[in-house]
């Protein structure tokens, strides 16, 4: 079953428009959000997350985040998911095709499930990543469902047999195409402030938590690709990549290639939270 609109019904059910703004515009927002043992893990951050970027599009959305809960958490049990992923956008709606938003439209909500194991192999072993220019708009904060310039750094990593691109702005790291990054270097974790240059991780706040616990220090201040490459560590972070030792940048070892002693303790108290 999905949940299209504000009713869980086969997918064969819901059909997509061919003047849906989301189709027409990438005029939408969306979630990813991670399911261990058949509970939604943070649900209620990314519900705030995806108000938030409504909020900023100027989308309304069409009922209260407690009704979306309470549907999201009947889909997850509908379809019987233990371990995976639900996915949740909305677009603007349907309306003639015109920049500008329709005088009058209805948001389309939609959301499914995806059975999926944890990323063992890569959160044991570690992955190789490339950087890339970060040739993205300025709202990076929202979570929107233009993801041109990140499809197209995934891509190139692909095809250069890396799991990850690293993007910056000229010499400043900003995030992983689809990741936030963070070095260690002396004990001291850095990540980039939570601006309009990387979207604000739902994982990169559970990692500042984690650490702030474990008396790890951290501070949120922009590096420079000269940092990552010097750094101790380097780790991403997301949903469901959740943290990713990184052992590999543009063919180049992190520190001695294997997952560090840091990035370690931070997984180990990650998965008492699952
Ligand atoms: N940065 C970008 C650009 C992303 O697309 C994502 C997730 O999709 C993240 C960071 C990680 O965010 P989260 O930890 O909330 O999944």
């Not at 009704?67 to 956008?89: H, I, K, M, P």
């Amino acid at each position: 079953m999905i949940l299209f609109h504000d009713q869980l019904t086969k997918r064969e059910n819901a059909q997509v428009d061919i003047e849906d703004r989301g189709y027409q515009f990438g005029d939408g927002i969306y979630e990813v959000i991670r399911v261990y043992n058949g509970k939604a893990f943070r649900l209620q951050d990314h519900l705030d997350r995806f108000q938030r970027s409504a909020d900023e599009i100027s989308l309304q959305l069409p009922y209260n985040l407690e009704r979306l809960s309470q549907l999201l958490q009947e889909l997850v049990q509908t379809n019987q998911l233990a371990d995976g992923t639900v996915y949740l956008q909305t677009s603007r709606g349907v309306a003639p095709r015109s920049h500008p938003f329709p005088e009058e439209s209805h948001s389309v909500i939609v959301a499914y499930t995806v059975e999926a194991e944890r990323p063992l192999n890569h959160l044991q072993n570690g992955i190789r990543t490339m950087t890339q220019p970060d040739i993205r708009w300025l709202r990076c904060d929202i979570k929107s469902l233009n993801l041109l310039g990140a499809v197209l750094a995934k891509q190139k990593a692909k095809e250069h047999g890396c799991q990850e691109s690293i993007l910056h702005r000229d010499e400043t790291v900003t995030e992983g195409s689809s990741t936030n990054v963070f070095l260690a270097k002396d004990g001291q974790l850095f990540t980039h402030p939570a601006n309009n240059l990387i979207l604000h991780g739902i994982t990169r706040q559970v990692v500042l938590e984690l650490a702030a616990d474990m008396g790890i220090p951290v501070k949120e201040e922009a590096f420079t690709l000269q940092d990552l490459h010097r750094a101790d560590e380097v780790f991403i972070t997301s949903t469901t990549m959740e943290i990713t030792p990184v052992i590999e940048i543009d063919g180049t070892p992190v520190g001695d290639s294997t997952p560090g002693n840091l990035v370690r303790r931070l997984q180990a108290a990650f998965e008492h939270q699952i």
